[in-house]
């Protein structure tokens, strides 16, 4: 059928290979159950609406500056060709329900007064929306689709997607849905690209699966967001984006990495998943937030944390790096800090860590050039750092084996660094009465010390007659060996040179023993000579400090 100009009335047909209307104004436009080869529509209005309803286009099929005013109809029809609305106005409902679209679909510049849905479409090429406006609801569930982009949308009521499957990518830019976006139990086999998009309403990408690359950047989420029991086999990143409702990840379960950068997070937050890796780059967390992580990967850097957050592990969680991240109001429980830095962290000292796992030092027997020559070191928790500045100086120390699963530190960690860390984390032990505890951070931080003072300057020999007669008024059991041994001595030295008269050696020893005990009085009144009175000072000064030390960190592991 040739052009057909000024149809004033109906448009009815069953079959003709091809149809071309142009500046037109018809009643209605009733293709049902047609067969048409090409058809073309151009700067025309229909006041019935359009009736394709199982029909079949075998060409393209263009409608260019057509406004219907009423409901416009594709039900389960079949196109071989292209699909094309540019600059068309529909008032009422447009509907492709269950049609088959083996060419593009693509529908620009159009605005939509009633519902446009395209439920249970099988579309084999690409879906492409774009510079439209639809007042009503956009459905696009239960169907197939190939590559779906929405682009330049402004959408005023809901958008679903719910049981929907794209096998190409899916890509929405640029855009703004003011009411909800429901892409639950969604399948995505391809990569996903959310960009510059506003959303005004709740969004669910509830039990969705997806297969490729999810990228959300520039976005506005306004309310609620959800991700429960979602599925994802691949990276996942968000990027300058804004949460400014609640944000729920409970159950989700990422295959690969998951990554926060430039985002903020304005509302409550709920993120209880299983992810090889998850990176918080510059986040902010305003309100409260509960990360409950399984078998990942944590990195933090440059967060913030404005309300109380935890991160909590249900398995395996590995906290990576806090990198210039403000541990204010931040909680770590049941999660390993063994290959984690802790040097460049701001308020350390308010950071709470609960059942957290640090790294234990080699607590073996080690044997040293250096004196004392053997020594068993104490069993006590330490950080990586420490094991940077011992595994440096000493490779063959036991401390290298720490290094293996450790990145390298932007800058070299010294001595004093490492007591600066140690220093906060006994703090903030001590501030929730944990004394106990924070006698391993005490210990380490007069480590550091210790290592960082000259070996023979006035403070060094304090720190190490301090470090080796007590551990630091920790190790209780270095005092009664010292004791002990000050004593054999003593009364060893007291029996040969220290009496005026003979003494047996167990009388010596008596006598010695009395001196170090008795805190007020005389010892017994023997005749000493003039080195048993230096050894008798010596005992009595002595015994009671190495008593005290005894005394002093039994007090430190008991204390509440």
Known sequence: MGSR???????????????????????????????????????????????????????????????SVEVVTFDRSTAQGPFRFANCIFRKDVSFVAATLAGPLELSDCVFGGKLALDNVTATDSVVFSRSKTERELSLSAGTYTDLILRTLDVGAEVRLQDAFVSGPLVIEDSTFRNVLSLERMQSMAAVEIRDVAFEGPVSFHSGTYAGRIVVSNV?????????????????????????????????????????????????????????????????????????????????????????????????????????????????????????????????????????????APYRLQFSWRWPWALKRAKRRVVVEEALVRGTAAPSGGWAVFLQDTSAPARRVYANDVARVYRQLRKAREDTKDEPNAGDFYYGEM??????????????????????????????????????????????????????????????LVYVVDAATKLIGASASDRLTGWGVVLHIFVRLGGPILLALAILSVRGRTKR
């Open 5 to 67: 100009e000024d149809v004033q009335q109906r448009i009815n047909l069953t079959a003709a290979e091809s149809l071309s209307v142009l500046d037109s104004a018809v009643a209605e436009i009733v293709l049902d159950n047609a067969t048409v080869g090409a058809a073309s529509f151009t700067r025309m209005s229909v006041v019935d609406g359009i009736n394709f309803r199982k029909g079949t286009v075998t060409g393209a099929m263009n409608f260019d500056n057509v406004e």
């Open 220 to 360: 506005d989420f306004q309310r609620e967001v959800t991700f429960d029991s979602a599925q994802f086999h691949s990276d996942v990143v968000f990027r300058d984006v804004r949460f400014l409702g609640p944000v729920s990840f409970r159950g989700a379960r990422f295959a690969d990495r998951l990554e926060f950068e430039h985002v903020r997070f304005s509302g409550p937050v709920d993120l209880d998943i299983e992810a090889n890796r998850v990176d918080l780059v510059n986040t902010t967390f305003a309100d409260q937030a509960s990360l409950v992580l399984e078998n990942a990967d944590l990195i933090m850097r440059r967060c913030r944390f404005a309300a109380p957050a935890t991160v909590d592990s249900r398995s395996a969680c590995r906290v990576r790096s806090l990198t210039d991240t403000d541990a204010t109001n931040l909680t770590l429980a049941k999660v390993s800090l063994a290959t984690c830095q802790l040097s460049d962290v701001y308020n350390l000292d308010k950071l709470r860590v609960e059942a957290a796992v640090f790294p234990l």
């Open 447 to 508: 480590e550091m010390r210790r290592r960082a003072t000259t070996r023979f300057s006035a403070e060094g020999l304090i720190l190490r007659l301090y470090w080796l007669t007590s551990g630091y008024g920790l190790r209780g059991s270095r005092s009664v060996v010292c004791l002990a041994a000050l004593i054999l001595a003593c009364a060893t030295l007291m029996n040969r040179f220290g009496f005026a008269d003979p003494h047996t050696w167990s009388s010596s």
